[in-house]
Nanobody, 123 residues
Framework: QAQLLESGGGTVQPGESLRLSCATSGFTFNSYSVGWFRQAPGKEREFVASVGWSGTLKKYADSLKGRIIVGRDNDKGTLFLQMNNLKREDTAVYYC????????????????WGQGTQVTISS
């Protein structure tokens, strides 16, 4: 059974950084694209970032480009999301996911979801 477990969420002040991690098990990690989505209160879940199976093909949401970095470790079955210069509008539950497409995740079927981790930006 596939499992994805996020960690690293919390409350930080505007302008600060946060690094989210996701540990996975139960599926062939290096056969899937992996990445992150988020859902803010009262809004739909949205794509944040993804990285293809080899780790070289990365895609970022336009609204976050330049402030985030996504990466994966195929040996460990983990992925991360480094977020810098955080803003209040980044407050959301962040979900890690594995996509059926080995290259891209945005607008494509998701095979597995994590439970989510809360990120709150507040002064």
């Amino acid at each position: 059974q596939a499992q994805l477990l996020e960690s690293g969420g919390g409350t930080v002040q505007p302008g600060e950084s946060l690094r989210l991690s996701c540990a996975t098990s139960g599926f062939t990690f290096n056969s899937y694209s992996v990445g992150w989505f988020r859902q803010a209160p009262g809004k739909e879940r949205e794509f944040v970032a993804s990285v293809g199976w080899s780790g070289t093909l990365k895609k970022y949401a336009d609204s976050l480009k330049g402030r985030i970095i996504v990466g994966r470790d195929n040996d460990k079955g983990t992925l991360f999301l480094q977020m810098n210069n955080l803003k209040r509008e980044d407050t959301a539950v962040y979900y890690c996911a594995a996509g059926n497409d080995p290259y891209y995740m945005e607008n494509r079927p998701i095979a597995f979801w994590g439970q989510g981790t809360q990120v709150t930006i507040s002064s």
